[in-house]
């Protein structure tokens, strides 16, 4: 079979979350057989690559991400026959698969742990496991080793008497992290990355790569604990074991990219630099906290776009001038809708409303930027957050633990269930909405998360093929990045939009004599933009049916200038 080898920089990747996407047996879970009856959909769409996120078996605490076998497919989503199909199928029209790799932890149901717990040393040195402080013996826990919390709240520490420590979890209690400065345990790793190559895999995604090297010495960080991500971040050995990993997984060239949490941008530089042999290219995650008050993801503000333009301004030069590669998105399975976001809530999923001007706005800046640009399912639909209104219909293990913590914190349950309502990683994780009705075309039975009521409006059904719809929109950005060696090589500079246009983000895309001038407003309302330089431009696109004006955008107004 002929492996899917393109460039990364030209390239378009699809997200699909598996358990989201579509259902083929009925039973509420999307499934393997589900996305190769969706592969004419997607080719249609013209994306170069499929990720897909976790199939493996797990207890889904987290939803895939907590790992019990890193070698099979979980039953609910398929089988390994039903994945050969997908691999040679999508193949077949172009397309090659990418997977999630979570190697910083696995499951506490992972046969490593479970041996660990029964006692077989070996796999004790696969964790991360110490004495409690205070502790005054053997069986006494003391207390947790250091003030570490996790990133879904609470303690990064758990008390498991049968292996009389505490093991370390940066995520869920349920995700003991795995101890990357045992060799054994990368090899092990490299050997699950090699086994996917090996059947016919393009492409990884490295789910919070950046983790996996600890600190040397384990302290208290200052105030609440929840510092220790970013102590944890870009460890001392981490660009050692990404260059091994990928040595002998045998994977240098494929395309990978990693996702890395509270990173910096000489680390990313690092991560992507074709010389160094580690990985394609980065997701970093800055330019989505313009909306956390004083750092806080549980503490809403409207999004800042002054800083929102200087974080993608730092990223896109910074990467270009150090030669590094980013991965462009708004929008995963981690995220709330950034049409909901940065689309001022009003009109959102209303007919005649604005969330389709801010998809294709946000589509825009992203797509014409330096990098690769990923679309998350149902962001070619301008699908929207999922409007829930009780707790109770929420899954996330996340939402859950916050929406408790803010109610500690002294928070009513209706401003703790706000909160949640914006914030959400289940807001990203609704059904795609393939039509209107009941299921959405994603299942004819209980779908495991609601459907949001916005699906009667905004659904593949009638989208494709529509004149003027996201889709459509979407088929063309995908196009002009297949086409546009500009937008592949070009170099980046981000522009000033003037003092009338606090909301725009402007950058130019050049190449020899070509030059891009890419202009998009944040603004609710119309704005007087500064002399871009685009006197005698043509426009390559526009986000209204009628033509732009060179110093004035309209609400949430996207325009492509060329020379
Ligand atoms: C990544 C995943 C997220 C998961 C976490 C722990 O951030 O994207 O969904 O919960 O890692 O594996």
Redesign the pocket.
């Known amino acids: 079979m002929a492996r899917i080898e393109k460039d990364y920089r030209r390239a378009v990747i699809y997200q699909i979350y598996v358990k989201s996407f579509c259902d083929s047996d009925g039973d509420g879970l999307g499934d393997l057989p589900g996305i190769i009856g969706k592969l004419d959909y997607l080719e249609r769409l013209g994306v170069d690559y499929l990720w897909l996120?976790p199939f493996f078996p797990s207890p889904q605490h987290?939803?895939g991400?907590?790992v019990s076998d890193y070698c099979a497919v979980d039953p609910r989503y398929g089988t390994m026959a039903d994945f050969d199909e997908l691999v040679a199928k999508a193949a077949g029209k172009g397309m090659g698969i990418m997977l999630?790799m979570?190697l910083?932890?696995t499951s506490v149901e992972h046969e490593w742990f479970r041996r660990a717990c029964a006692g077989e040393e070996r796999y004790q040195r696969y964790y991360i496991l110490r004495d409690g402080r205070g502790a005054s013996g053997p069986g006494d826990p003391g207390e947790p080793p250091t003030n570490w919390q996790c990133?879904?709240g609470g303690s990064a520490w758990k008390w498991e008497p049968r292996l009389g420590k505490w093991y370390l979890h940066?995520?869920?209690v349920s995700?003991p992290d795995l101890d990357w400065a045992n060799p054994e345990v990368r090899a092990a790793l490299a050997d699950v990355v090699r086994f996917w190559r090996e059947r016919g895999v393009t492409g990884f995604r490295f789910?919070?790569i950046n983790l996996i090297s600890k600190p040397e010495v384990f302290e208290d960080v200052p105030g609440s604990g929840a510092a220790c991500r970013a102590l944890v971040a870009d460890g001392p050995h981490v660009h050692e074991y990404l260059q091994e990993l990928v040595a002998s997984a045998g994977i240098d060239g494929m395309i990978t990219v990693g996702?890395m949490?509270s990173t910096d941008l000489a680390n990313c530089i690092r991560y992507t630099r074709p010389e160094d042999h580690e990985l394609s290219m980065s997701f970093s995650f800055h330019h989505l906290k313009v909306d956390y008050a004083g750092g806080d993801k549980w503490t809403l503000m409207e999004p800042d776009i002054a800083r929102l333009r200087e974080t993608l301004r730092t990223w896109q030069e910074g990467m270009q001038a150090g030669g590094g590669w980013n991965a462009l998105f708004w929008d995963?399975?981690?995220q709330p809708r950034a049409i909901t976001r940065f689309g001022g809530r009003a009109g959102v999923g209303e007919r005649g409303g604005s969330w389709e001007r801010v998809g294709k706005m946000l589509a825009v800046c992203d797509f014409f930027m330096k990098g690769t640009p990923y679309i998350y399912q149902g962001d070619e639909l301008g699908m929207t957050n999922a409007g829930y209104t009780s707790i109770e219909q929420y899954d996330d293990?996340?939402s859950h633990n916050n929406y408790r913590l803010l109610m500690e914190r002294g928070a009513t349950a209706d401003e703790a269930l706000a909160v949640v309502g914006e914030r959400s990683?289940d807001n990203g994780r609704t059904p795609m909405q393939w039509s209107a009705g009941p299921g959405a075309g994603f299942t004819t039975g209980t779908p495991w998360l609601e459907i949001p009521a916005t699906s009667e409006l905004v659904n593949a059904e009638v989208e494709v093929g529509a004149e003027g719809s996201l889709f459509e929109f979407y088929r063309v950005l995908v196009a002009l990045r297949h086409e546009l060696d500009v937008v592949t090589e070009g170099a980046v500079r981000f522009l000033d939009a003037g003092d009338g246009a606090p909301k725009v983000i402007a950058y130019e895309r050049t190449l020899g004599d070509e030059r891009l001038v890419v202009a998009c407003s944040f603004d609710e309302a119309p704005c007087a933009t500064a002399d871009l330089g685009v006197a005698g431009y043509e426009v390559l696109l526009g986000t209204y049916d009628d033509a732009p004006s060179t110093n004035e955008l309209r609400p949430y107004e996207a325009v492509v200038w060329r020379r």
Do not use: G, I, K, P
């Open positions: 996120t987290d939803n991400y907590d999630d979570v910083c932890h990133a879904f940066l995520h869920d995700q789910d919070v996702e949490a995963n399975h981690d293990v996340e990683r």
